[in-house]
């Protein structure tokens, strides 16, 4: 039971578990990053392999840690 602190009135809130499918949907996006390759030497390829590194490490060294232990310190 929640109380609204504009009304003062209690309402019931729903707290739902999103992780296992939020994970499962981030695990799927680093797989679909991970299989991305740029080898043509075409103007943007640099960027576009640096931005996939960049991607890929913000996934496997945050989002998906954080996730499976929530309790762990944000870094």
Known sequence: ???DIK???SSHVAILDVRPRLLDA??????RVDAARFPLP???A???RRSRGELLA???DYLVPRLRGPE????
Request: proline share 8%; glycine share 12%; net charge negative.
């Open 1 to 3: 039971l929640q109380k």
């Open 7 to 9: 009304t003062g009135h």
């Open 26 to 31: 981030l695990t799927a996006l680093g797989d």
């Open 42 to 44: 075409l103007p943007g």
């Open 46 to 48: 640099d960027r576009a």
């Open 58 to 60: 913000q996934l496997d």
């Open 72 to 75: 762990a310190p944000l870094l």
